[in-house]
């Protein structure tokens, strides 16, 4: 039987919340620009002094470049109200002990920056490596640079080496203007079925997700706003919905966007506390 999930308004949710989490892809932003009444809302959220912040899969831009494309979009946001999973990849490189070591990356030149800031060499996937990020699906040549990481792991794997891989961003796909894109989550997935079929039962052949719907990202959200009764706006039920579900926070899921609620009938973590319509405020 299914849940019947309340609507809410925008409205509705700056009042009841202490400050609001958006996703950016499908809730403010698409790939070429902001989504209607996104600019609106931020503005208005910044003449109330509502805080909001923005979290977000992506380790293939800085805070502060991204935050460049989004004024450039017309959006008030700031590089510290953007919280990347990039940005989770020197915490995480901290408690793993993987300071110092090479690391490939597939991704744009940004990757390479989280992955320097985090205290790893970065290399190109066509160096040797201890570890492995990929960072985005995009910003390097495809084949080319999966075929030498493939290469390289083998290598290892027959060695018995074992060599972290890691996950920035676990989404699979993401909306854009003719449809829907392939996301470095969909990249990990592959290389994965790779591994798995060469080391049937091998432990450590899986990559570490740290995004979203992992919880550090929601925690360090928290952690800025200085509150845990925060509300995540997302488009993506498997990530925006279930991520805060897990950290124990509630969730609007906005429609239209890459799930439906036809694709609800899941654990509670994936249903959201409420379902809304659109980032304008109503008009009565
Ligand atoms: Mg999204």
Redesign the pocket.
């Known amino acids: 039987m299914k849940t019947p999930i309340p609507v809410i308004t925008i409205d509705e949710l700056i009042v009841r919340y202490d400050a609001l989490l958006f ?5 403010l932003v698409h790939r070429d620009g902001p989504l209607p009444g996104a600019c609106r809302l931020l503005e208005r959220l910044q003449r109330l002094n509502k805080p909001f912040f923005l979290v ?2 992506t380790s293939a831009r800085l805070p502060e470049r991204a935050a460049r494309r989004y004024q450039g979009f017309g959006l008030p946001v700031e590089a510290g109200q953007i919280i990347t999973s990039g940005s989770l990849l020197k915490p995480y490189f901290e408690t793993a002990n993987l300071r110092g070591r090479r690391c490939a990356i597939l991704g744009p030149e940004d990757t390479f920056r989280y992955v320097e800031q985090a205290g790893a060499k970065a290399v190109p996937p066509t160096e040797d490596f201890d570890m492995l990020v990929i960072g985005d699906q995009v910003g390097f040549p495809f084949l080319e640079s999966v075929d030498a990481v493939l290469s390289r792991l083998i290598e290892k794997f027959d060695r018995g080496d074992s060599v972290p891989l890691i996950l920035p961003n676990p ?1 699979l796909i ?2 854009k203007a003719s449809g829907f894109g392939m996301t470095s989550g969909a990249v990990a997935l592959m290389i994965e079925a790779v591994l798995r079929q060469r080391y049937p039962g091998r432990p450590g052949i899986g990559f570490v997700p740290l995004g979203k719907p992992e919880t550090a990202i929601f925690a360090e959200a928290a952690r800025r706003a200085g509150t845990r009764h925060l509300v995540m706006i ?3 039920l498997d ?2 919905i279930r991520g805060a579900g897990r950290f124990g926070i509630d969730s609007a899921l906005i429609s239209g ?2 799930a439906e609620l036809d694709f609800l009938g899941h654990a509670p973590e994936w249903l959201p506390t409420y379902r809304l319509a659109g980032l304008e405020p109503v008009r009565t």
């Open positions: 996703d950016a892809y499908g809730v977000t899969n989404d993401y909306p997302g488009d993506q990530t925006d966007g890459v």
